[in-house]
């Protein structure tokens, strides 16, 4: 099993890889973003050596930088392959998705041509994943629109873990080149810019011919420029801008001339508006559109004068980044929730419980740990009369747990979290109850029917239990056939009713693949309060499912 596949090192990939793609907004001309490019490769990738090639005007392709291994570096840097050989490479490859991998298998297609290239040793492969020597991967990069023209591509080698990249390395991968592709765009924009800028300072004899190189630069760049007042009392008003931006927010010219940034910006991000410096200032935040709703932009300004002496204004550029935004929420939805279930996984439960409990306890002394007298289960009851095996599905849906962290100091406006304390009996107190759910006869299932049937009965088993608790309640899955439900607001009898709704929706047979099957459930019922730690208020819970599930075997044994 591939280590990607735990959540947190899928979090941990996940911040170096947003990490390198904010460096790449950071490069000040196109060589320091080539380099970072390659730079990026190794430092978030994991990958140990990384070369970028890019597309020249001729259409050849130049190895313009390299990471990674400064001998390889020294051979390679500079030297030329032609667009054939590297149209030939990309066509002949493996695809994976927009990536292409040519195995050491294949590695004849490689020796006729002119593509720069550096050759490493090492021992054939050991199993079929792991990383040969030979093989090549690269990471086409293309400029954004319909056409999908070629910028350049990025050849990677030695990946550090030594095996293939599996889906989650080759999205991060794919997802890379992409940004890296909108990142040398915009640096040869940024240069063509400022030769453009340098040329309205420097060269009044060429004055008007620098004034249309500025407005074709300005007004047919891919991505949104503005231009706006820079002090006085109009700071910040728009005075053009260019068809981008205007089909980005779905207004025209005329009616963006009559707004500043800051009555666009989202009411949230204003503060990081006005923290954006003039000169060189770059921020993240959304703007509103026409029909109301919010995009998210890159913004970069810089301060540029109409003439020698002149006024100075604000020149914007504006990048749409709502698909990378997108993207990362996605990928961090994934490393939070469970991909069979789509219920939230083991950490996010973790993470969810501790911003509930702190470690000073709400009334004094130390956490001694309720006794294992709350636990709930049975095994699915006959089938009744008549039932012919039908069942009708309902929607499935996720319920999440609005809990906020407290701010400030370790305890500051915190409302610590109380169990009720009458054991069986409802004291009135309303807490936060942590049902532990063991599902009955599920490996029986799995053995007798196959893992696909298993799977099935997993996703159906966490659809009825999130359509059986509150908006706002968490239904999480431990891991095998082990769920958490967390619920906030009851005493020890709603609890107590709970898991036996619980138990109820879950011992009606499954249907799956014209067959039904059952299942029973057990739950132990433990109370989150502050002073315990997460574990134990999952062992507490966990104890209980337990203890319940033994001394309903005895009633079994004895009344057999």
């Not at 140990?48 to 001729?58: E, M, S």
């Not at 592709?181 to 063509?192: F, G, V, Y």
């Amino acid at each position: 099993m591939e280590t990607e596949s735990e959540p947190y090192v899928r979090l941990s990939t996940l911040r170096q890889l947003h990490q390198v793609v904010a460096d790449l907004n950071t490069a000040r001309s196109l060589a320091d973003t080539l380099q970072t490019v390659a730079d990026g490769v190794v430092a978030g990738l994991n990958y140990q050596l990384a070369c970028v090639n890019l597309v020249r005007p001729d259409g050849d392709l130049v190895v313009a930088a390299f990471a990674g291994d400064p001998a390889a570096e020294a051979l390679i840097t500079g030297r030329v392959g032609s667009r054939d050989a590297w149209e030939r490479r990309l066509t002949m490859a493996v695809p994976w998705g927009d990536l292409r991998f040519i195995p050491h298998t294949e590695g004849w297609v490689l020796m006729d041509d002119d593509v720069p290239q550096w050759h490493t040793d090492g021992p054939a492969p050991r199993f079929e994943d792991e990383w040969h020597p030979h093989d090549r991967l690269y990471a086409p990069m293309y400029a954004s629109g319909t056409g999908r023209e070629l910028l350049g591509v990025i050849s990677v080698d030695r990946p550090r873990n030594g095996r293939h990249p599996g889906p989650w390395g080759q999205e991060a991968l794919q997802m890379y080149a992409s940004q890296s592709a909108i990142a040398i765009s915009n640096a040869r924009l940024r240069s063509n810019m400022q030769r453009a800028l340098v040329r309205l300072e420097r060269e009044q004899q060429a004055l008007r011919a620098s004034e249309e190189s500025f407005r074709q630069a300005f007004e047919y760049a891919p991505s949104g420029m503005a231009i706006a007042e820079l002090g006085g009392d109009q700071h910040g008003r728009l005075l053009r801008t260019n068809d981008a931006l205007c089909r980005l927010l779905g207004r025209p010219a005329s009616v963006m001339r009559r707004y500043s940034f800051a009555d666009l910006v989202h009411p949230e991000d204003i503060g990081t508006l006005l923290r954006t410096s003039a000169e060189g200032g770059r921020a993240e935040l959304r703007l509103g559109r026409r029909d109301g709703t919010y995009v998210w932009v890159s913004l970069r300004n810089s301060v540029v004068a109409d003439t020698a002496d002149g006024p100075r204004f604000l020149l914007t550029h504006v990048e749409d980044i709502e698909e990378r935004k997108r993207h990362e929420l996605q990928l961090a939805h994934r490393a939070s929730h469970d991909a069979l279930t789509g219920l939230p996984n083991s950490a996010e439960l973790r993470s969810r419980l501790s911003a509930r409990i702190c470690e000073r306890p709400a009334h004094g002394g130390a956490y001694q740990g309720p006794g294992p007298d709350a636990g709930f289960g049975h095994g699915p009851d006959p089938l009744p009369a008549g039932y012919d095996g039908g069942y009708e599905y309902g929607h499935e849906h996720e319920h999440g747990f609005g809990f906020e962290p407290a701010g400030g100091g370790a305890y500051d406006h915190h409302v610590h979290t109380v169990a009720p304390t009458g054991g069986d009996t409802d004291d009135g107190t309303k807490g936060l109850a942590v049902l532990f759910c063991d599902l009955d006869g599920f490996k029986s299932i799995n053995d007798r029917f196959g893992h696909h049937t298993g799977d099935a009965v997993l996703i159906e088993v966490a659809r009825r239990l999130t359509t059986g608790v509150r908006d706002g309640d968490t239904v999480a899955r431990l891991g095998g056939d082990e769920f958490v439900v967390l619920a906030d607001g009851l005493g020890s009898a709603d609890a107590a009713d709970l898991a036996v709704r619980l138990r109820n929706a879950i011992i009606p047979p499954i249907r799956v693949d014209g067959r039904a099957v059952r299942v029973g459930a057990s739950f132990g019922i433990g109370w989150a309060e502050c002073g315990m730690s997460v574990e134990e208020v999952l062992n507490s819970a966990d104890q209980r499912m337990y203890v319940e599930k033994r001394s309903r075997a005895k009633v079994h044994r004895r009344a057999g």
